[in-house]
């Protein structure tokens, strides 16, 4: 029990980071939007396949993992 909440507390602290990060920096809100918007205009809607495709996401989630 205790490694299910210490596993769920991690991911949800990530999560608010991530979105803070993405608050505070409205540049890279957009890009990211931008983005996905992009992706889902071309392939319908966004499914595992197209996660490779998402290179700004990935560099976000990263990064913003990076201080956490």
């Known amino acids: 029990m205790i ?5 769920y507390d991690t991911t949800s602290s ?7 990060n993405l608050a505070v920096h409205k540049e890279c809100q957009e ?9 889902v205009d071309k ?3 966004l499914v595992f396949s197209s996660n490779s495709l998402l290179f700004i996401l990935k560099r976000v989630v990263v990064k913003s993992t990076e201080f956490c």
């Open 43 to 45: 392939y319908v809607s």
């Open 3 to 7: 490694m299910l909440l210490a596993g």
């Open 31 to 39: 890009k990211l939007r931008q983005e996905i918007k992009d992706t």
């Open 14 to 20: 990530a999560m608010q980071f991530l979105a803070y």
